[in-house]
């Protein structure tokens, strides 16, 4: 069974920054693909970013500019580096691996990020 642990939440002021890490464990295959999605109290979870093992990104329109995301596949480790923090950005943050052939994915537990002043 694959686990996801990921650490680095806190709370951050405004236009402040945060490094969220994921470790994923329990299997010797890489991920297609690894991520980072958020669900803010009231919301729905979203994606914040995603990146293959071929090192493809996705981003959501709402952090493109200020979030990088990146991957170590040997380490099997996904990274989050947020910049220019904002309010909004404020939810938890979880770690996705997902993998193919069979499909399925796993999540990790969360990490609350509140950005406040």
């Known amino acids: 069974q694959v686990q996801l642990v990921e650490s680095g939440g806190g709370l951050v002021q405004p236009g402040g920054s945060l490094r969220l890490s994921c470790a994923a464990s329990g299997s010797s295959l890489v991920p297609y693909s690894m991520g980072w999605y958020r669900q803010a109290p009231g919301k729905q979870r979203e994606l914040v970013a995603t990146?293959?093992?071929?090192?493809?990104?996705n981003y959501a329109d709402s952090v493109t500019g200020r979030f990088t995301i990146s991957r170590d596949n040997a380490k099997n480790t996904v990274s989050l580096q947020m910049n220019s923090l904002k309010p909004e950005d404020t939810a938890v943050y979880f770690c996705?691996?997902?993998?193919?052939?069979?499909?399925?994915?796993?999540w990790g537990k969360g990490t609350l990020v509140t950005v406040s002043s």
């Open positions: 996705n691996a997902y993998f193919q052939f069979p499909s399925r994915q796993y």
């Open positions: 990146i293959t093992s071929g090192g493809r990104t």
